[in-house]
């Protein structure tokens, strides 16, 4: 799932019974767990962690620690969150879903907020979105990244 910084994105947790037809389990404990935002290249770095990810669903649902979310399912084994990730620097958060009784299930998603001062590049260092061409009375091109050009790293052009 990926959403511009400053913008929500929604999810929808489900509980349900794979020994029962896949009934949905209805008020089910469960919890979630972020781990620290990584970039295009799977580097952390502390000061990323100033802006996590944000979690909101509802009066069944809380915040335990900067990294733990604990709630409840509704009546139809579901849960309706809204992520977001105010001042985020364009990392993947990846988010474990534990039920929390005597139960080992697990699921796991990553969510990535991405940054207009990144390209949406494999060779870019953070995740964003930054268009390649942009007109405003001028065409404007996004300088290449280093990655991305064919001069050797260390050399210039002109010699």
Same mark, same amino acid.
Do not use: C
């Given at each position: 799932?990926?959403?511009?910084?400053?913008?929500?994105?929604?999810?929808?947790?489900?509980?349900?019974?794979t020994?029962?037809?896949?009934?949905?389990l209805?008020?089910?404990?469960?919890?979630?767990?972020?781990?620290?935002?990584?970039?295009?290249k799977? $580097?952390?770095?502390? /000061?990323?962690?100033?802006h996590?990810?944000?979690?909101?669903?509802? +009066?069944? =649902?809380?915040?335990v !620690? &900067?990294?733990?979310?604990?709630?409840?399912?509704?009546?139809?084994?579901?849960?309706?969150?809204?992520?977001? $990730?105010?001042?985020? /620097?364009?990392v993947?958060?990846?988010?474990?879903?534990?039920?929390? +009784?005597d =139960?080992n299930?697990t !699921? &796991?998603?990553?969510?990535?907020f991405?940054?207009?001062?990144?390209?949406?590049?494999d060779?870019a260092?953070?995740?964003?979105?930054?268009?390649?061409?942009?007109?405003?009375?001028?065409?404007?091109?996004?300088?290449?990244?280093?990655?991305?050009?064919?001069?050797?790293?260390?050399?210039?052009?002109?010699?």
């Amino acid at each position: 799932m990926k959403a511009k910084v400053g913008e929500d994105a929604t999810m929808r947790l489900a509980i349900t019974d794979t020994k029962n037809n896949d009934q949905p389990l209805a008020y089910y404990y469960f919890s979630l767990h972020l781990d620290d935002g990584v970039n295009r290249k799977n $580097q952390t770095d502390t /000061a990323w962690e100033a802006h996590p990810v944000q979690i909101a669903g509802g +009066s069944n =649902f809380r915040q335990v !620690d &900067a990294h733990t979310y604990e709630g409840m399912t509704d009546a139809n084994g579901q849960a309706s969150l809204t992520l977001s $990730q105010p001042g985020g /620097a364009g990392v993947k958060t990846h988010i474990t879903a534990r039920m929390r +009784s005597d =139960f080992n299930a697990t !699921d &796991a998603k990553d969510v990535i907020f991405t940054v207009i001062t990144s390209p949406d590049s494999d060779k870019a260092r953070m995740w964003g979105h930054m268009r390649g061409i942009i007109e405003s009375g001028s065409l404007y091109k996004r300088p290449l990244l280093a990655d991305e050009t064919e001069h050797e790293l260390g050399t210039s052009a002109g010699k």
